[in-house]
Nanobody, 115 residues
Framework: QVQLVESGGGLVQPGGSLRLSCAAS????????MAWYRQGPGKQRELVAS???????NYADFVKGRFTISRDYAKTTVYLKMNRLNPEDTAVYYC?????????WGQGTQVTVSP
């Protein structure tokens, strides 16, 4: 059973924007705080942004002011709007629960920032 499906990545020039989507199963989405994570080339997976069930958000310092996380209960989807992208944002982006045990990881969506 696929629980998390990320989409929306692609190739973008520095300074550009993308919006990522994560379609989550209802059981995961409705009962959990959610987050976006990323794993860059040769790097460990890191937390990018999180959103609680009530909508409180928090961001890693390296994306603060550029990225916005949101969630849509009707669509059981988590979004990540990314602005002013730079090459250091190149990574595979994943969504998952924030806090507690992780759900099975999805395939992620590749974001490549390059001229």
């Amino acid at each position: 059973q696929v629980q998390l499906v990320e989409s929306g990545g692609g190739l973008v020039q520095p300074g550009g924007s993308l919006r990522l989507s994560c379609a989550a199963s209802g059981s995961i989405f409705r009962n959990n705080h959610m987050a976006w994570y990323r794993q860059g080339p040769g790097k460990q997976r890191e937390l990018v942004a999180s959103i609680t069930t009530s909508g409180w958000t928090n961001y890693a310092d390296f994306v603060k002011g550029r990225f916005t996380i949101s969630r849509d209960y009707a669509k059981t989807t988590v979004y990540l709007k990314m602005n002013r992208l730079n090459p250091e944002d190149t990574a595979v982006y994943y969504c998952n629960k924030w806090g507690g045990d992780f759900a099975s990881w999805g395939q992620g969506t590749q974001v490549t920032v390059s001229p």
